[in-house]
């Protein structure tokens, strides 16, 4: 795992913090009370637009004669993403990068640790092998790909291109993959996203307006959050990268909370699992993608999003796999290492934006003590679930 900043210490300006420049599509800067109101205003748009959205696509592609499966795994893990894509798309278009690629990197960080760790509280959830064996690999690798494309300090047109073929290619796989799942499975997605058949929204016509009207508030809705996102970052002193990985990314990603919770909460707890993986998968290949294909020039990347934000992305990736891999179960304990582990991030993060004299110590116990202890910890529970795996199979 990536080292808690121990290389910017209280006194040293993180280069995200610079002063910040003028947002090309903010008409001017509001009171606080109305930023507040607007943010507040734009965050029930984009998940009322959610629900319009993957209620409308999900019923109309029922009604084609799509399985409830693949309508689960491409339609609904998709549009939980749609807020994301909204928020970072139009950031992108007018400039606003730290918050494109802040929202993207922050809802990974987010939808894992805190979305997976409250879940895992509520009830264990079980993993399906096919998650252990493909999505988590698929979403460490995408992860490391996002790395590599950006060590050059950007995302340029073409490497959103190819973000955006690899999540078409990835749907097709999917959609291919589903069509052996079995009877237990598709009952599961069946009773999670395709009851209600016969409701208000079972005509086509009312499914369009559901799909054309979810659009529309996702567009306004992410109008209204980047605005007054923008005027926090300049009213608490802090760049438009710290909101983005803070407030927009959690705001961004109360659709995959809603869903996942609720899925935890009836017990379909392997959707609760597969919504927060395709959601991380989703948010890089085709949010970031598009973000820099639509962009007008490459989406500079702060010297910070490289040094630690991103590894710590790619860390928390990581470690799904011990954590899922023992006994295909995210026991309560580790649901609540990953909620710890994200107020552990949050903390930093606040501290670094104040130049709080608490960073260093809390820095050098994360980085030296908690983290290395906690690693130690995955491995050697990986290693003794896969020798009695192994016993077992003799």
């Known amino acids: 795992m990536p080292d808690f900043g121990e290389d910017a210490p209280a006194s040293a300006p993180r280069p995200d913090l610079a002063p910040h420049r003028t947002p090309t599509f903010s008409r001017r800067s509001r009171r606080p009370a109305m ?49 994301e894509m909204a928020v970072s798309v139009q950031s992108a278009w007018s400039g606003q990068v730290d918050i494109a690629i802040g929202n993207v990197v922050g809802s990974n960080i987010f939808n894992v640790l805190f979305i997976l760790g409250v879940s895992a509280l509520i009830t264990p959830l079980l993993v399906n092998q096919q ?65 209600g058949r016969n409701g208000w929204d079972a005509h086509w016509g009312v499914q369009v307006l559901l799909i054309l009207g979810g659009l529309a508030l996702l567009v306004q809705g992410s109008r209204w959050l980047v605005e007054a996102a923008i005027d926090f970052a300049r009213y608490l002193g802090v760049s438009e990268l710290i909101i983005g990985l803070t407030i927009v990314a959690a705001g961004t990603s109360l659709p995959e909370v809603a869903t996942s919770i609720l899925a935890a909460i009836r017990g379909e707890r392997d959707i609760a699992v597969g919504n927060v993986v395709g959601s991380n998968i989703f948010n890089i290949l085709s949010v970031l993608g598009l973000s820099a294909v639509v962009a007008p020039t490459t989406l500079t990347l702060a010297p910070a999003v490289l040094g630690f934000d991103i590894p710590v992305m ?26 710890g582990y994200y107020v552990a991030y949050t903390a930093y993060l606040i501290l670094l934006a104040a130049r709080h004299d608490a960073l260093g110590p809390f820095s050098t116990v994360m980085g030296g003590f908690v983290m290395p202890l906690t690693a130690i910890t995955l491995l050697v529970l990986a290693y003794r679930h896969a020798r009695a795996a192994r016993s077992a199979g003799r």
Not at 329 to 335: D, F, K, S, T
């Open 35 to 83: 930023s507040i109101l607007w943010f507040a205003l734009g965050l029930i748009a984009l998940v009322a637009g959610a629900e319009a959205l993957v209620r409308g696509a999900s019923k109309l592609s029922l009604s084609f004669g799509i399985s409830p499966l693949v309508v689960g795994l491409t339609v609904v893990a998709f549009g939980t993403s749609a807020p």
């Open 131 to 195: 998650i252990i064996r493909q999505e988590v690999p698929v979403m460490i690798a995408v992860s490391l790909l996002l790395w590599a494309l950006a060590a050059d300090g950007g995302i340029g047109r073409w490497d959103g291109v190819l973000l955006f073929a690899l999540i078409v290619a990835y749907t097709v796989l999917v959609i291919r993959q589903s069509r052996r799942e079995t009877r237990a499975i598709r009952d599961e997605y069946d009773e999670a996203f395709a009851a």
């Open 314 to 339: 790619v860390a928390v990736a990581v470690a799904c796999l011990p954590v899922f891999f023992t006994g295909n179960l995210i026991a309560r304990w580790e649901g609540l290492l990953f909620l």
